[in-house]
């Protein structure tokens, strides 16, 4: 399924087969148009430019918990990229032109593979626990972690920058 590229690294043991250091429970699940890896977006971007909207649907024991949530205009959310492998370390990302550790990078793979989003929330239904997004880089059926409002006074760094290497 993944092919391992030039300078690419991999951990000496699969965190995936590792005893558990905590307990994940996944909340819900994203329904989006992307069924296959090489279909889905490589970032919110990229997803935002195809126009597709998406829905979180939040199942029923946690659904009380977005209540309050239609005040705010964009979430965060964390998701569990289930289908990626969690053993390499170094990877060379298709249109990278030289390998780069996982922690410089935001490639799926990763020894955690969560998921970081920020979505605009376009509706959100109490009742059915399904929250309407204006865009999703992630595969249809994707665990989600957990969803926070995004508060721009607190979540935005003005002098933020992300420079060539």
């Given amino acids: 399924m993944f092919e391992k590229r030039e300078g690419e ?14 307990q994940v429970v996944f909340i ?8 296959k890896r090489e279909d889905c977006p490589k970032n919110m971007r990229a997803a935002r430019e195809r126009g597709e909207q ?5 199942a029923l024991p946690y659904r009380p918990g977005i209540d309050g949530l239609t005040r705010a205009s964009h979430v ?7 289908h990626a492998p969690r053993n390499l370390i170094v990877q060379k990302p298709r249109h990278a032109t030289e390998a780069k550790g996982v922690f410089a990078i935001r ?5 955690n593979p969560i998921g970081l989003h920020i979505a605009r929330l376009l509706a959100v239904d109490e009742e059915t626990g399904v ?3 204006d ?8 665990p989600v972690i957990d969803i926070k409002p995004y508060i721009p006074t607190v979540d935005v760094f003005a002098d933020a920058s992300f420079g060539k290497d």
């Fill in 9 to 22: 690294r991999a951990l000496a043991e699969d965190p995936a087969i590792s005893p558990a250091d905590g």
């Fill in 135 to 142: 865009a999703m880089d992630a595969l249809d059926g994707t």
């Fill in 76 to 82: 965060i959310v964390l998701t569990w990229f289930h």
């Fill in 107 to 111: 490639s799926p793979v990763r020894p």
């Fill in 54 to 58: 998406a829905t979180i649907e939040i």
């Fill in 28 to 35: 819900g699940r994203i329904r989006s148009a992307w069924k």
């Fill in 131 to 133: 929250l309407t997004l």
